[in-house]
C-alpha cells in the first residue's frame, strides 16, 4: 500500500465513533487486529499495544494490502 493510502486509511478508522476494530492484512498472509486505539503512525509506519497479550506491534504500508473494518 502507498504510503498516502496507508495513512489516509488508518486516520479516517481511528477517527471512527464508536471505534471498529480494523483487520489489516499483510502481503505475508498474516492478518493484524487492532482491536482498540490508540495507534501512532508516520512516515509509513504504524504502532499499536495489542490489548490481548500487551506486545508492541508494528507494520509498515509497503506490507499491507488491504485494511478494513471488522463487522
Given amino acids: 500500500?502507498?504510503?498516502d493510502?496507508?495513512?489516509s486509511k488508518l486516520r479516517q478508522f481511528m477517527h471512527?465513533?464508536?471505534f471498529v476494530p480494523i483487520?489489516?492484512?499483510l502481503a505475508d498472509?498474516?492478518?493484524l487486529v487492532i482491536r482498540k486505539p490508540p495507534v501512532v503512525f508516520s512516515d509509513?509506519?504504524?504502532s499499536y499495544i495489542d490489548p490481548q497479550d500487551g506486545a508492541l506491534v508494528d507494520f509498515f504500508c509497503?506490507?499491507?494490502q488491504n485494511m478494513?473494518?471488522?463487522e
Fill in 1 to 3: 500500500m502507498v504510503k
Fill in 5 to 7: 493510502e496507508f495513512h
Fill in 16 to 18: 471512527q465513533e464508536p
Fill in 23 to 25: 483487520a489489516v492484512d
Fill in 29 to 31: 498472509g498474516r492478518r
Fill in 44 to 46: 509509513g509506519a504504524a
Fill in 62 to 64: 509497503e506490507d499491507v
Fill in 68 to 70: 478494513r473494518l471488522v
